[in-house]
Antibody
Framework: QVQLVQSGNEVKKPGASVKVSCKTS????????INWVRQAPGQGLEWMGW?????????CAQKFQQGRLIMTRDTSINTAYMELSSLRSEDTAVYYC????????????WGQGTTVTV | QSVLTQPPSVSGAPRQRVTISCSGS????????AIWYQHLPGEPPKLLIH???LRPSGVSDRFSGSKSGTSASLAISGLQSEDEADYYC???????????FGGGTKLTVL
């Protein structure tokens, strides 16, 4: 079955960077986008960005367009990565990788979540 | 302030029917599909409805989605205690070039 398994929880100091991995299985990695969504404590879901694992092309929400968010992949091991730099307390959240389909079918399969505490 | 607007909370008694609304604009729900997620505490969100009204395999037919213009709704019939969760609507936004979510609606089963 389709699975997205994320790396473990992280504790970081303000100003540091964090890199979360998302290992996929059960489908062809390059056929579907990988999105990153986060949820801060007591808040709702916030979409951060997407990556096309085939081309490496990415797009992100306006608040991350200053270059703080970097999404990459390693197609040899079917794994996507999300790196967030210049961390601040407001970045404390659960981060999810999510398989994306299209504008009609949405994001369908979610990773288990990685808690990042700043 | 979320791009999509949902009520913060709804409630209903067991076996009753509740609806959750999601209001957007022509750049998101008005031009793209409404998607709904169920988020139980301690779990990742689960896709409940896609393409406005379609249920993925395995989702109970007690959940139904609809859309009219720039608004969408999720209906849950035959409420059960296990339905207590946060529910989020989402859609692709053509102007923002990204996915947008509603603020979430907490469902309480009385």
């Amino acid at each position: 079955q389709v699975q997205l398994v994320q790396s473990g929880n992280e504790v970081k100091k303000p100003g540091a960077s964090v890199k979360v991995s998302c290992k996929t299985s059960g489908y062809t990695f390059t056929y579907y986008d990988i999105n990153w969504v986060r949820q801060a404590p007591g808040q709702g879901l916030e979409w951060m960005g997407w990556m096309n694992p085939n081309t490496g092309n990415t797009g992100c929400a306006q608040k991350f367009q200053q270059g703080r968010l970097i999404m990459t992949r390693d197609t040899s091991i079917n794994t996507a990565y999300m790196e967030l730099s210049s961390l601040r307390s407001e970045d404390t959240a659960v981060y999810y990788c999510v398989r994306g389909r299209d504008y009609y079918n949405g994001m369908d399969v979610w990773g288990q979540g990685t808690t990042v505490t700043v | 302030q979320s791009v999509l607007t949902q009520p913060p909370s709804v409630s209903g008694a067991p076996r009753q029917r509740v609806t959750i609304s999601c209001s957007g604009s022509s750049s998101n729900i008005g031009n793209n599909a409404a998607i709904w997620y169920q988020h139980l505490p301690g779990e990742p969100p689960k896709l409940l409805i896609h393409y406005d009204e379609l249920r993925p395999s395995g989702v109970s037919d007690r959940f139904s989605g609809s859309k009219s213009g720039t608004s969408a709704s999720l209906a849950i019939s035959g409420l059960q205690s296990e339905d207590e969760a946060d529910y989020y609507c989402a859609a692709w936004d053509d102007s923002l070039n990204g996915w947008v979510f509603g603020g979430g609606t907490k469902l309480t089963v009385l």
